[in-house]
């Protein structure tokens, strides 16, 4: 395999990986942002944020 190959694997690999890591925390980060969110966007959060808890 060259080397833009193994680069243009590369690439979605570690886009796959940092979206899991999106994934598995982002119940916590909104948990720990919630009174922003809801100062923030107070429509959304109404219909959003009230699933994450």
Do not use: C, G, T
Request: charged share 20%; hydrophobic share 50%; aromatic share 22%.
């Amino acid at each position: 395999m060259s080397n833009m190959q193994a680069i243009i694997w590369f690439f979605p690999i570690v886009f796959i990986i940092h979206d899991f890591e999106e994934i598995i925390f982002i119940q916590s980060w909104i948990n720990k942002n919630r009174y922003y969110l809801s100062e923030k966007f107070p429509k959304l959060s109404k219909k959003f944020i009230s699933s994450f808890r």
